[in-house]
């Protein structure tokens, strides 16, 4: 009896032995959970035959249990390593087979699948494609593609208008010159301005001045602006080739023949004339070949044009003036030329002129001025206009584009005092107002917001949900040509709202409902469009709940996919198959799966894995306990040993 007690006690101390060895030697194995050894005490007995003082068979190994406590958590430079934080296992599929761990070392094998160090494929909640998830488990993958383009079709602007702005009108007269001379015919005078609070201001104008000397002593003034164009005639129906003519001290050979060797008319020498001087460095300087087939010329600036005529050949070739006189080497006559200057006055301010003797006309006699009030909106004026604000927005292509909005504080009408705004909008510069012209090209597109006494949006032309439909847009290149991507559908043609899915044009719309008018400076709150270009896989972050996003190089993300968990009633009833897994047996209980961070499961922990459980110090504690109970019960087969030989040994 002693003898198989011992050799129990030797086999229970062994195994005790080896357990502990197993777990010193996992003490660094990420996810692994320690084991410890359940011992139980053996008694013999039979159906009711058992005795007041029972006498023990031994020991037996009742079971080794696993123990899932929590390990450290550590951190670690991957994006993809997982540790779990609280109750709960990661689902792995390993060609099939449904394995559960706590290793949570992933990465991406060659075919985009999240897998661990040993090729299983992590499970997890998949993704759509528009980034919803779905409760379909499955493999989680992660694709390495571009992302594709997203074309723009709503767009959210959340904006303030300030209801204290005044409406923009332009008022004053405008004033264009009659045609003269410049030098000639106008000689010294006194051009008089006259200010809305009766003061005058005299401007003397000196004789012989250019239209652009007129114009640039007018501007000088307060409350004017003007601009000048001189314009002259010249008829070329003599010229002759190898002549040269000098504008502006720029001399311009005529030419015998063109580029490819042909003989020119003198018509197409003339043109030929004009075509050299606007390719020419006179920028200011503009020439056309009238419909009578005379040259003419037009300084932009108002300039007196200085020319002259070479008659190289002396074949008596000449260039003259419509009204007559051939040019010479000299200047020509001032007096063949035409002036004009163009004059905006402010509101109530007045012009008038004098002239000095001996010269009796002005250069406004015979002009009748033009008084004006206007708002009109005008995109290249910012004075016709509050506001505006920008916003990038993308086609089918995923090419960028600028929307631009403006806004433009409309006079009061009706009960509605000071509540009306006008919205204008375009893209790229290019209007997109839908019905198009009678030409078929894109109006201006115009939008009225109306506003209530409280501030808050009541309509916009009318519609009091505050939605815009943008439909006639053609997207084009950075040369005004249409770039291959989805057109417009008119309203003609079908296009309405909610635009459809997937989107079929370049239609989108524009949210208004948010926006507001209240005393206070124009704010841009909020501008978000759900549009954007494709982009590249720049990176992968991982939240507490295991959803993995994709980060793009063009600033979007995009959910992938969410890890899934498992849990079970009974984990310690799990089997353990090796490589840190277990498997389910019919001890621990079907899986209870769902996502991290919600019940009873932990959450996750990005960038870091779990450490094993093992407590070095108390397993060595143990390897000494177990080395003693092992000999101890070596003594107890020893000392058996020697009372049995004892008895042998009587004689």
């Keep these: 009896m002693a003898f198989n007690i011992g050799l129990s006690g030797l086999r229970a101390a062994s195994v005790d032995l080896d357990v502990t060895g197993n777990n010193i030697a996992n003490a660094s194995t990420v996810g692994f959970k320690g084991s410890r050894v359940q011992f139980g005490d053996l008694y013999a007995s039979g159906f009711m035959s058992a005795g007041n003082n029972p006498i023990g068979d031994g020991v037996r190994v009742q079971e080794v249990a696993q123990k899932f406590g929590q390990g450290n958590i550590s951190f670690t430079d991957n994006n993809l390593d997982l540790a779990i934080n609280g109750d709960g296992f990661f689902i792995l599929n390993n060609n099939g087979e449904v394995r559960y761990s706590r290793a949570g070392q992933f990465g991406i094998d060659k075919d985009g699948f999240v897998v661990n160090n040993q090729g299983m494929r992590v499970q997890g909640f998949q993704a759509d494609e528009e980034g919803n998830l779905s409760g379909v488990r499955g493999d989680l993958f992660i694709d390495s593609d571009n992302l594709a383009p997203r074309r723009t079709t709503n767009i959210a602007s959340e904006l303030n208008l ?56 007018l501007s000088q003034e ?128 007045q012009l008038a002129a004098t002239p000095m003797a001996p010269s009796t006309t002005t250069i406004l006699d015979g002009v009748t001025p033009t008084a004006f009030t206007s708002n009109t909106f005008d995109p290249t004026d910012q004075r016709t206009y509050n506001h505006a604000t920008s916003t990038t927005i993308y086609d089918s292509l995923g090419n960028p584009h600028v929307m631009t909005q403006y806004f433009v504080k409309e006079p009061p009408t009706g009960v509605n005092q000071g509540s009306v705004w006008s919205m204008y909008v375009q ?100 501008q978000s469009q759900n549009g954007y270009t494709t982009g590249r896989l720049s990176g992968l972050d991982v939240s507490n709940e295991g959803v993995l996003f994709a980060r793009y190089s063009n600033g979007q993300s995009q959910t992938l996919g969410q890890v899934a968990l498992a849990t079970f009633r009974n984990a310690e009833g799990l089997s353990p198959v090796g490589e840190t897994t277990w498997v389910e047996t ?41 080395q003693r109970n092992y000999q101890a019960n070596a003594k107890t087969i020893e000392t058996s040993d020697s009372v049995t030989q004892t008895i042998i040994n009587l004689r």
């Design 427 to 526: 893209i790229d510069g290019q209007n997109v107002g839908d019905p198009p012209n009678a030409s078929g090209e894109p109006t201006m597109a115009q939008f009225d917001l109306l506003f209530n006494e409280e501030g808050e949006l009541q309509s916009v032309n009318g519609d009091p949900e505050g939605e815009i439909l943008i439909s006639n847009w053609t997207p084009r290149d950075a040369n005004g040509d249409p770039n291959g991507a989805d057109g417009p559908r008119l309203v003609a043609n079908g296009g309405t709202t909610p635009i459809p899915d997937p989107p079929i044009s370049s239609n989108f719309v524009i949210e208004l409902n948010e926006t507001t008018q209240y005393g206070s400076e124009f704010a841009v709150n909020d």
């Design 222 to 349: 307060e409350g004017v602006s003007a601009s000048a164009r001189t314009e002259v005639l010249l008829d070329g129906t003599s010229i002759q080739a190898d002549d040269i003519f000098t504008l502006e001290g720029v001399d311009f050979t005529l030419q015998d023949t063109d580029a490819s060797g042909n003989p020119l008319s003198n018509a197409e020498r003339l043109q030929q004339l004009a075509d050299d001087i606007n390719g020419s460095s006179l920028s200011s300087i503009n020439a056309t070949i009238t419909s009578t087939g005379e040259l003419r010329l037009i300084s932009s600036r108002g300039d007196t044009l200085r020319m002259s005529y070479e008659d190289v050949n002396s074949d008596g070739g000449a260039m003259a003036f419509s009204s007559g006189g051939a040019l010479s080497n000299d200047s020509t006559n001032p007096s063949t030329q035409v002036g004009q200057v163009s004059i905006t006055l402010d509101r109530d301010v």
């Design 586 to 626: 019919f001890e621990s209980g079907q899986p209870i799966i769902g996502s991290p961070d919600s019940g009873t499961l932990g959450a996750i922990k990005a960038s870091s894995v779990e450490e094993s459980n093992v407590d070095l110090s108390a397993e060595l504690v143990n390897l000494i306990i177990a």
């Design 162 to 217: 300030d209801s204290r702005e005044a409406v923009l009108a332009e008022s004053g007269t405008r004033i264009s010159t009659r045609s003269y001379a410049p030098g000639a015919s106008t000689g010294e005078q006194t051009l008089t301005l006259t200010y809305p609070d009766g003061t005058t201001r005299d401007v003397a104008v000196a004789a012989d001045s250019s239209a652009r000397q007129i114009a640039n002593t």
